[in-house]
């Protein structure tokens, strides 16, 4: 029985009639004797088993064979109960037919065979021929009776007298040399620094420091930081006294401190040996610098104006831009391929457009993508699209002109804004015979500070005064259509005041159709046109 696991045992029987067909069998069973396995040993004419398991679960296998001419006694051990292997010691080979009587098999060799375990250690007894031969104990021997080894003779209690060859116990010891897992690791398993995609090795030193050979079955992590090295064939064999040296990489898969364990699985008794391991996997970290607190400043409609923004990488390692968007009116820069990389400490500057589409105050928000864990980053930008203002200077007041005279008045439309203005159309809001414009230049574009008159002529031909407005519409979105008044009115002689019932039409004779200086002293003469609009509203 299994000193540590009560439900582990194992049992040795011999099956046969007779010498030539005995079968020894060695079975065990997991289960306290419920079920047991198929033969873990089967070894023909053979007899006298012994079993034992010691404390560290090592089955011990002792018994007697015929080989040839000789009885053999072997011990077998084996550290997983037989399944994959064990090692052999034979204890003793002596002849059959020594001492006497001479029949195979009738020597009594059975008398008293043992084995037992004591610790870590086996123990055991068994009897054989005490010729004195070497060669007959393959394991050594020590012999605590008198005898010539030179001449193979037993000797007598006097030490001279030869005593016949006979049968004698044997005691054996076989001491279990256990190995012992050491290891050393630089800067107790802490790897430093390490970014991602990015990977450091350090050498874990294994080291048998026990008696017995090591053999290491399996190196593993509990980590997917932390990698073993790959081994083409199990186990690895490490003899007393000497040290292997492993690589073990540090490949972080996250960011932030890492750690893990480095597993060896061996024959050490104390098996698995455990190394921990551990490392940091530093962040990029993106800053975002911008001045004026993002206003990118003044744009007209149809231009644009840039400015930086500062990508800093304040982190310890490589900060990969993989995107940048903005919204609102304003652009980002054109990038061929992404990522864009910026290292430790090192800052990029991309310019930033602010193309205004309309007037006015414009906000929109910059956001970069990066691999920096915290996530995008955002920076709120502003911007101001002024636009023209209209200005309109000169009197529109003409008083009285004399009938039949015209008279000119000259308004001066500027532009007094940051941004060109949009003059679409300057007109009367009624069409009328009695108003016109000299020369309309309209629609046009004034730049900023930029004026054009506009001449205003009066036909003195009303029979009453009505009031006309001058309609001038722009882009000024203060004043997108603003009107002026303008003001005459006829002053009738005393000449022509009879027949003011049938004026304001030159061709009905209310007036000269061309008068003289001297009639118009208010104005100037002016001609009535065949082709003159009739008056409408």
Known sequence: MDPNDDQRVFIAYVTGTGASDDILHLRWS?????????????????????????????????????????????????????VSGFSSHTLASTPTNAPSPTPVMATYLGDYIKLQAVENDFYGI???????????????????????????????????????????????????????????????????????????????????????TLRIFNIASTSADFEVPAVLSWPLKVRPGVSV??????????????????????????????????????????????????????????????????????????????????????????????????????????PVRFQPLGFGHKTGTITVISNDPAGPRTVDVSGDSPSGRLVISGSTTFGGVHACCCADRTVVICNAGECALQVSSVQFRRKSRHWRMIHNPFPVALHPGACIPLVIQYRATEKYPRACELVIRSDDPAAPEKRIELLAYTIWDDCHREAREQCEDCRKGCCDRHRGESGCRQGYPCACEDNDDEESD
């Open 30 to 82: 997991s289960d306290g004797g419920k079920n047991w396995s198929t033969d873990a040993r089967s070894i023909s004419v053979a007899k006298n088993p012994g079993v034992a398991i010691n404390t560290l679960g090592m089955v011990g296998f002792v018994y007697q064979q015929v080989v040839g001419a000789n009885w053999t006694t072997i011990l077998e051990v084996s550290d997983n109960g037989f």
């Open 126 to 212: 068994f009897s054989a021929s005490n010729a004195p031969v070497k060669a007959n104990f393959p394991s050594g021997v020590t012999y605590q009776r008198n005898v010539d080894w030179s001449t193979q003779t037993l000797l007598g209690n006097d030490g001279v007298t030869p005593v016949a060859v006979s049968i004698d116990p044997f005691f054996f010891k076989l001491t279990v040399r256990m190995p012992k897992v050491a290891t050393a690791i630089a800067n107790s398993g802490f790897f430093g620094d390490v970014c991602r995609e990015s990977f450091v090795d350090e050498m874990l030193t294994v080291n048998n420091s026990g008696t017995g």
């Open 245 to 350: 040296e492993l690589p073990i990489r540090f490949k972080p898969v996250a960011h932030g401190s890492r750690s893990g364990k480095i597993e060896i699985f061996s024959n050490d008794p104390a098996s698995p040996h455990v190394v921990d391991v551990s490392g940091e996997c530093p962040s990029p970290r993106l800053s975002l610098v911008i001045a004026d607190t993002g206003n990118l400043g003044r744009a007209c409609i149809g231009s644009f104006v840039d400015r930086p923004l500062v990508l800093v990488n304040s982190g310890r390692c490589p900060l990969h831009v993989t995107g940048i968007t903005v919204t609102g009116e304003f652009l980002a820069p054109e990038v061929l391929s992404w990522p864009v990389a910026v290292g430790p400490g090192d800052a990029l500057s991309v």
